[in-house]
C-alpha cells in the first residue's frame, strides 16, 4: 500500500488510529510526515499533476486530523524550522490575505485558480503546473474570500460560484476544504444583523457541506473534513441563526455537522460534564470520583450469572480535569481512601481489583497543564525561565513514598498500601524498582520464588492470599528498613 494510501485509510477510520496512536509518540508518526511536506518537490518532468496533488493532499489532510483529533501543539509535530510549510499552514492558511499583501506571483496563481475555478477552460493540467500544492493551500482562504466579494460586487452569479465551489469537492481538492471551511467559520463571525453577504456566504456553504452527489472517495474523505471543521463552524452558524431567526437554511447544515462534532480525543471535558461531575452530592468534584471508582468495582466484580454486565460510563477526561483543578494530592488522597475501604474489609478479590483500577489511574498518561520545558528563552538577552507544570498522580505518589516511613509510626496499614501501590505502578510503567538493602530489588526476586514454589498446587484464592501476604512483607521490610525513598525510586 502506497504511503497516500495508508493516510487516507486511517483519516477514514479515525477509531483506527486511535489505537495506533496508544503505542506511538504523535512527534514519531508525523515528524517524517511533515518533513515529507516541508521538502515536497515535484519533478520537472512530471507528466500529470493531479496525482501529485492527490498525494500531497492525502498526507496533509491526515497531519491536520491527527493535530486536530489529538489537540496536539505545533511543538508535538516535530517540526522547529523557521521555513517549514506545515508551520507557516497551521499559522496562516485560515486567515484571507488582501491582494496587496500577495507577491506577483501569487497574485497570478489566484487568478489562474479563480479562472479555473469560475470559467470554461476549467482545471487544467498547466493550471497545476503553476502552482505547487504548497501554495495552492496557502491560498485556499484568499481564493475564498476574493470568490465571495466578486459575487457580491455581482461579478459573479450565485450559481456560478456554487458550482465551482464544487469543484473543490474533488478528492485531489478535497484537503484544501480543511483550511478553507475554518475561514468560512470565522466570516459567518463577521455577520451582523444588517449584513447582506449571509445571502452569499450560506449557499455557498450549502454547496461544500451538501453538494448533491460525491463519489465514495470524496464521502470518506469529506466525512474525515467535517470532523475537523464542525466545532467551529457549528459555533459560528449557530450565532448566524441568533441573528437571523428566519432563515430556514442554517439548521439544516447544523443537522449536517453534528454528527461529525466533538470528535477530538483530549483530557478537556465539556461545560455539560464538568458541570454535572461538580454538583455531584456529597463532595463535588471527588464526590463524582468516588462514584466512579466505585462503579467500575462493582462492573469488575460481576459475574455472568450475577446480573447486569453494562459497563459503567466513564470518560479518563473526569480523571484529568480532577487532578486539573483540585490537584494530584487531593485526588491521590481519594484514591488511597477508596483502596484502604477495600483493605480495612479483608476482601482479597475485592481488593485486588480496586488496586487494579487505583494502579492504572496512577499510571495513566496526564497532560500537563501548562507544557512542560526545560527552559525558554526570554527577549533578547538570553534569559532562560523554568516552565513548571502541575503535578501528576505519579508525582504525588512518589511525595507519598518519601514520607511512608513516618506516616508508619502512626498508621501502618496506610504507608504499606502507598508502598504497595508504587510497586505496582512503577511496575506497570516499566520502570525497575530499587529498595533499602536490595529489600525490594533482589531480595524481591528471592522472595518471590518462594511464593512461586510455595503456590504450587494451591486453588486460586489461596495463591491470591500468598501473593498479597509477600506484597505486604515486601512494604513492611521496606518500612523497618527506614523507608528512604530516594533509594527506592532509584535517585
Known amino acids: 500500500m502506497t504511503l497516500k494510501g495508508v493516510c487516507n485509510t486511517l483519516s477514514r477510520r479515525p477509531q483506527t488510529l486511535d489505537v495506533v496512536m496508544l503505542f506511538t509518540q504523535s512527534v514519531t508518526l508525523l515528524q517524517p510526515l511533515c518533513h515529507m511536506l516541508d521538502n515536497w518537490q515535484e519533478h520537472e518532468d512530471q507528466g500529470e499533476y493531479q496525482p501529485v496533488y492527490d498525494e500531497f493532499g492525502s498526507i496533509l489532510l491526515f497531519v491536520v486530523l491527527v493535530k486536530h483529533r489529538f489537540s496536539l501543539q505545533t511543538h508535538d509535530l516535530g517540526v522547529d524550522s523557521p521555513n517549514s510549510f506545515v508551520l507557516k499552514y497551521f499559522k496562516s492558511a485560515c486567515t484571507n490575505r488582501s491582494p496587496d499583501e500577495l507577491t506577483a506571483h501569487e497574485n497570478k496563481l489566484l487568478g489562474g ?72 467559520a470565522h466570516h459567518v463571525w463577521e455577520t451582523t444583523e444588517r449584513s447582506t453577504d449571509i445571502e452569499i456566504t450560506i449557499p455557498a456553504l450549502q454547496s461544500l457541506l451538501k453538494p448533491p452527489s460525491m463519489s465514495s472517495d470524496s464521502s470518506a474523505m469529506h466525512a474525515a473534513v467535517l470532523s475537523i471543521v464542525a466545532k467551529p463552524l457549528e459555533d459560528s452558524l449557530g450565532y448566524a441563526q441568533q441573528l437571523h431567526p428566519l432563515r430556514a437554511d442554517i439548521n439544516p447544515l447544523l443537522e449536517i455537522l453534528k454528527p461529525h462534532a466533538q470528535k477530538q480525543r483530549h483530557e478537556v471535558a465539556f461545560h455539560n460534564s464538568l458541570e454535572t461531575w461538580a454538583s455531584t452530592a456529597g463532595g463535588g468534584l471527588l464526590a463524582a470520583m468516588r462514584h466512579t471508582i466505585q462503579s467500575l468495582l462493582i462492573w469488575s466484580s460481576a459475574t455472568p450469572t450475577s446480573g447486569d454486565m453494562t459497563p459503567p460510563q466513564y470518560t479518563h477526561r473526569q480523571l484529568a480535569e480532577t487532578v486539573r483543578l483540585l ?76 514520607q511512608a516511613f513516618d506516616l508508619s509510626k502512626t498508621n501502618l496499614s496506610r504507608a504499606t498500601m502507598i508502598v504497595r501501590l508504587h510497586r505496582r505502578v512503577e511496575t506497570l510503567v516499566g520502570r525497575p524498582n530499587q529498595g533499602v538493602n536490595g529489600v525490594v530489588g533482589a531480595n524481591a526476586d528471592v522472595l518471590m520464588h518462594g511464593v512461586v514454589h510455595n503456590a504450587e498446587g494451591l486453588p486460586t484464592a489461596d495463591i491470591d492470599d500468598v501473593l498479597v501476604e509477600a506484597d505486604n512483607q515486601l512494604a513492611h521490610e521496606f518500612l523497618a528498613g527506614g523507608g528512604d525513598a530516594s533509594v527506592f525510586l532509584g535517585v
Open 327 to 402: 490537584g494530584a494530592k487531593a485526588v491521590l488522597n481519594l484514591l488511597l481512601d477508596e483502596t484502604m475501604a477495600h483493605f480495612e474489609t479483608g476482601s482479597s478479590p475485592d481488593l485486588d481489583i480496586a488496586l487494579d483500577i487505583i494502579v492504572t489511574m496512577i499510571s495513566a498518561p496526564q497532560h500537563q497543564f501548562p507544557f512542560s520545558s526545560s527552559s525558554a528563552t526570554l527577549g533578547n538577552n538570553d534569559q532562560h525561565l523554568t516552565l513548571k507544570r502541575q503535578l501528576s498522580l505519579r508525582d504525588a505518589l512518589n511525595t507519598e513514598l518519601s
Open 113 to 184: 485558480w479563480i479562472r479555473g475555478l469560475f470559467e470554461a477552460e476549467g482545471i487544467n493540467n498547466e493550471l497545476m503546473s503553476m502552482s505547487s500544492p504548497k501554495e495552492f493551500h496557502l491560498l485556499v482562504a484568499t481564493l475564498f474570500d476574493q470568490s465571495l466579494k466578486a459575487c457580491q460586487a455581482k461579478f459573479l452569479a450565485l450559481d456560478t460560484l456554487r458550482g465551482g465551489f464544487e469543484y473543490l469537492l474533488e478528492p485531489f481538492l478535497l484537503p484544501s476544504l480543511s483550511a478553507g471551511l475554518v475561514w468560512f
